[in-house]
């Protein structure tokens, strides 16, 4: 994740480091979190705070890189991006995971980077 700190004062950075944390723990395989993202390509996973704003979800996505020589093996990595909720006003979030949604947001974003 990467936060452009012209507008992210020190405070908010702490916020989305702890963010991340716990989406580490979480994602660790405890709750399957990892699967379900490399059989979706990329979920929808929660809604953000207000202290977040503008940003008011997260989409988890499968990511082909992974962490190698670990002493407990490689480990796969996944992306966080946080989102708006007008990336994915227009997209019908009933399928798994809303899955769909995700997908169409994040391709929206690569198009326009």
């Known amino acids: ?3 452009d700190l012209s507008v992210n004062t020190a405070p908010q950075i702490d916020k989305w480091a702890q963010l ?5 723990d979480l ?9 379900e993202v ?6 929808l996973f ?7 704003q503008p940003m008011t979800d997260v989409i988890l996505s499968d990511d082909p890189r992974q962490i ?9 990595l996944i992306c966080v991006t946080p989102i708006t909720d007008i990336e994915i006003e227009h997209h019908d979030p009933s399928d798994e995971w809303a899955s769909n949604a995700a997908r169409h947001a994040l391709a929206a ?4 980077n």
């Not at 991340?20 to 580490?24: A, C, R, T």
């Open 1 to 3: 994740m990467e936060l």
């Open 20 to 24: 991340l944390i716990n989406l580490g």
């Open 27 to 35: 994602v660790a395989d405890k709750y399957q979190i990892a699967t």
């Open 38 to 43: 490399k059989k979706y390509g990329a979920i």
């Open 46 to 52: 929660c809604s953000l705070t207000d202290d977040y």
């Open 68 to 76: 190698e020589d670990l002493p407990f093996g490689p480990i796969a």
């Open 109 to 112: 974003r690569w198009l326009h």
